[in-house]
């Protein structure tokens, strides 16, 4: 068992005994349940602005959701607000749903602030529908049920509960292939997207799932405070302190929030008790945040953890990279080899226009089913603008993308990773806080609800992924972060990232560009391999002798245009292709690019 999952539950086995040996402390009691509340909401804000890196500032608008869908259901139906406290939870994740609808579809700072006016606007519609809510005259509800005696322990354990359920709730997340995928969109939307992670659905699930504990905490909220108003019930200041507790805490992690949470409220306590006025708890929390992000970026727990593990360093194994082509068996699902080399891709007419600059101009482009095929062409002359249009980093102004015999080039990016399209990129964009492990099976071949809620790391997948690692020499790196290896080595891991999608074509941009060697010779050796099991190559690449080397074919573009095609041998002789490289016409702008071109042609 883990070292923080003992701690965890050590911490626990107190908390649930504390009442019970110490029955006759309202104070502490009514303390500890504040900081369950909130390490509730930071946790649950975690799912979406953690593990996902959307930052919602308006967090506590779900708390005032399921505080006010208690408090009306207790006014209007008389029924006890703690009984239908899980409909405030209900509440929060349709209104969750409605907003991440429309604004999760964009990338970006959009999200931040429709999270403020959500809550805002929440505020004013509950000061207004006076009929439901009494407007700015509050709510108030009827006392506990039970004996006084009993004080506030019922609540007590009642948040308790809520916030046990919400870390294995997001426990849970974080090892679905549903959690991974937030931290691969934390980390790299685009890279995200174009492994097949439907970028779109899993921030609007995140946004939901982070909504649903806070509702249910909020209609239990309602009761223990027996009264409620839409100043209070809709504070800033609360989605401040959210936010602030899973900073402090460390966001993305498990823990951290709690920790934060529990942090934030004794500081909050200390700072009404000693500290006079509301607006110095609120220059307290200014300054705790400011000094958070400068001081501690990374949040309390995770810097507690890198201290650790400096002072405890893992033994690193480093491989020697030999035998790795010796695998036994082909990865399952892989194309067999096909003889008959029918078109895979087919780019027709396609433009590309950015300003007044035509990137892309009218290509027309085949790429034969098994083959690996060869794009060169000068700097700038649109070899990756034709990439991201292929895969669906980009739109194409005019022209059609027909991959496998189906239009393609209206579909999101991870549809067409589904469809069996994968990508390396220029400069390698590895997820660099995940091991080599996490990165490999972070694809998903599929958009199933099965699978993305399947174990991140399953058995079958945790044996193709060893395999895919011992293909490319790197699987003695498996447990190490992606980001501590060469260049070299993250290159090699992410065509084993690109063939855990088991594509039947991959676009590899410039895969020599910054590789050493003997790398260089092994990724060579691993291209040739994992074609001959079927898998279609288009290797954009500025290096000719490798293209010669390793492509059967290649098309040469120049200022957005293919001047020539054929077998690369063929094209270093061809005096247009010279031309374009090296010729008269060569701009002063693409000079160097020509000189390093002429080296590399020869
Ligand atoms: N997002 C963009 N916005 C504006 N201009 C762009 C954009 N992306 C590419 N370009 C321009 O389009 C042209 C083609 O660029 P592209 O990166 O596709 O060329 P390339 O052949 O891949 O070059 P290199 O070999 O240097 O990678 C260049 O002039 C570039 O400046």
């Known amino acids: 068992m883990k070292r923080s999952h003992l701690i965890a539950g050590v911490v626990l086995a107190g908390l649930v005994l504390y009442p019970v040996v110490n029955p006759w402390q309202p104070y502490p009691q009514g303390v500890l349940l504040t900081a369950f509340l909130l390490a509730i909401q930071a946790s649950s804000w975690n799912i979406i602005s953690g593990y996902a890196g959307y930052t919602s500032l308006g967090h506590s608008l779900f708390l005032g959701l399921g505080a006010y869908t208690a408090a009306i259901l207790a006014l209007h139906l008389g029924v006890n607000p ?38 805002l606007a929440a505020q004013i519609l509950a000061a207004n529908a006076r009929g439901l809510t009494k407007g700015s005259d509050g709510i108030t509800l009827e006392l506990p049920f039970w004996d006084r005696d009993y004080q506030n322990i019922p609540f007590y354990y009642v948040f308790l509960l809520l916030l046990v359920l919400t870390v294995l709730f997001s426990a849970w997340i974080r090892r679905t292939k549903f959690g991974t995928g937030l931290v691969a969109i934390r980390e790299d939307e685009g890279k995200a997207a174009s492994i097949g992670v439907n970028t779109t659905r899993f921030k609007v699930v995140a946004f939901v799932a982070s909504s649903f504990f806070i509702g249910v905490a909020g209609g239990v909220y309602a009761y223990y405070l027996t009264f409620l108003n839409p100043v209070g019930a809709f504070a800033i200041l609360g989605s401040v302190v959210i936010v602030l507790a899973a900073l402090v805490g460390g966001r993305g992690t498990l823990y951290g929030p709690v920790v934060g949470g529990f942090l934030v409220a004794f500081l909050s306590e200390a700072a009404t008790v000693y500290g006079g006025s509301a607006s110095a708890r609120v220059l307290l929390f200014g300054g705790a945040l400011v000094l958070v992000v400068l001081f501690l970026p990374a949040g309390l727990l995770p810097t507690a953890q890198a201290w650790w593990r400096k002072r405890h360093p893992s033994v690193v194994e480093f491989t020697d990279q030999t035998g790795a082509l010796s695998f036994r068996s082909t990865p399952s699902g892989a194309p067999p080899p096909d ?19 035509v990137a892309v101009n009218g290509v027309d482009l085949t790429v034969r089913r098994g083959s690996v095929t060869g794009l060169i062409g000068p700097n700038g002359s649109g070899k990756t603008t034709l990439f991201n249009l292929v895969t669906g980093g980009m739109a194409p102004d005019r022209g059609s993308v027909w991959f496998d015999g189906r239009r393609i080039d209206r579909l999101p990016p991870w549809r067409r990773g589904h469809l069996g399209l994968g990508r390396t990129y220029q400069v390698t964009r590895l997820f660099k806080d995940m091991t080599v492990r996490e990165n490999v099976v972070a694809p998903l071949p599929d958009g199933r609800w099965r699978t993305m809620f399947a174990d991140a790391i399953s058995g079958s997948e945790a044996a193709r992924a060893r395999e895919l690692l011992d293909l490319v020499g790197l699987g003695r790196f498996a447990d190490e972060r992606a980001g501590s290896l060469s ?23 410039e895969p020599a560009g910054g590789v050493n060697p003997t790398m260089l010779g092994r990724l060579v050796e691993v291209i040739g391999e994992v074609n001959r099991r079927g898998v279609t190559f288009l290797v954009v690449e500025h290096n000719i002798p490798l293209v010669t080397e390793v492509c059967d074919h290649a098309v040469v573009l120049h200022r957005g245009s293919v001047i020539a095609s054929g077998p690369p041998e063929v094209l270093r002789r061809d005096p247009a292709v010279l031309d374009a490289y090296l010729g008269d016409d060569a701009s002063p702008a693409d000079g160097a690019s020509g000189g390093q071109a002429r080296e590399e042609v020869r």
Not at 95 to 107: D, K, P
Not at 339 to 357: C, E, H, N
């Open 82 to 119: 703690l009984w239908v406290a899980p409909l405030g939870g209900v509440v929060a994740v349709v209104v969750a749903l409605a907003i991440g609808l429309v604004v999760l579809r964009t990338r970006g700072h959009a999200f931040v602030i429709i999270t403020i006016a959500m809550l």
């Open 339 to 357: 003889s008959d080399s029918g078109v895979l891709l087919d780019i027709r007419g396609v433009t590309k226009r950015f300003g007044g600059l």
């Open 487 to 509: 260049y070299g080595q993250q290159k090699l891991v992410e065509l084993a990232q690109v063939l855990m999608l088991e594509p039947s074509l991959i676009l590899l941009d």
